[in-house]
């Protein structure tokens, strides 16, 4: 079937507007993984659901991150005021199964530029 | 504390030359599983390969092959015979079933030139 996708694929907003990215998994898969990748950077885990709820949040970078899942299938990442350090590109991965499983191979989606002027 | 460290951030090969991308790993775990990610300049990363911390036995896929040592703890990936279309960074990371969390190393920048 379907890859994850990911929408918009290209984000320009403004300093202080707030943005919402918005992530598709492979269906069935009941795992979710958002990282932040900024210019040159590696991967920077930001926060991870299984089904709809998200027992480690402990790489959102700061309040004005936030992320939902309904329905164990879409997940919404929130980010209010931007700020232009938040400038990266934002991946989403899903899974079958949760980390540390056989099931966890991730596969990500192709990705959100985000860009804060 | 999980860890993973790719020392070499960019490397250039000549087209048809061999390359060993590096990749060493910290995890208290004794359970954990290994990966290795390529993200063309496309920009989406693309699986390439899992294993498991109990099976040590070397694996190969076409030009591709892995070496893992636990005594080391390294994952290291070497391409054979490169081609330009093997020009792109990879990643190597690490999952461990005490965590939620992959652990993703810094990539490696491959350039094969023609």
């Known amino acids: 079937g379907a890859g994850v996708s990911q929408s918009p694929s290209n984000k320009v907003t403004e300093k202080g507007k707030d943005v919402e990215l918005r992530c598709d998994p492979i269906s069935g898969h009941t795992a979710l993984y958002w990282y932040r990748q900024s210019l040159g950077q590696g991967l920077e885990f930001l926060i991870y659901?299984?089904?709809?709820?998200?027992?480690?949040k402990s790489g959102l970078p700061s309040d004005r991150f936030s992320a939902e899942r309904t329905g164990g299938s879409v997940s919404t990442l929130t980010i209010q005021r931007t700020q232009q350090e938040d400038s990266a590109v934002y991946l989403c991965a899903s899974s079958l199964g949760p980390a540390g499983l056989s099931t966890d191979t991730q596969y990500f989606g192709p990705g959100t530029r985000l860009t804060v002027l | 504390a999980q860890k993973v460290t790719q020392a070499q951030t960019e490397i250039s090969v000549v087209e048809k030359e061999d390359v060993t991308l590096d990749c060493v790993y910290e995890t208290r775990d004794t359970t954990y599983y290994l990966f290795w990610y390529k993200q063309p300049p496309s920009g989406e990363l693309v699986f390439l390969i899992r294993?498991?911390?109990?099976?040590?036995q070397n694996e190969i896929s076409g030009r591709y092959s892995w070496n893992f040592q636990k005594s080391t703890s390294s994952f290291n990936f070497t391409i054979t015979a490169s081609q330009v279309v093997d020009s792109a960074v990879y990643f190597c990371?690490?999952?461990?079933?005490?965590?939620?969390?992959?652990?993703f190393g810094t990539g490696t920048s491959l350039t094969v030139i023609p």
């Open positions: 659901f299984q089904g709809n709820s998200a027992p480690d």
């Open positions: 990371a690490l999952s461990a079933p005490t965590g939620n969390q992959f652990y």
């Open positions: 294993r498991n911390s109990f099976d040590e």
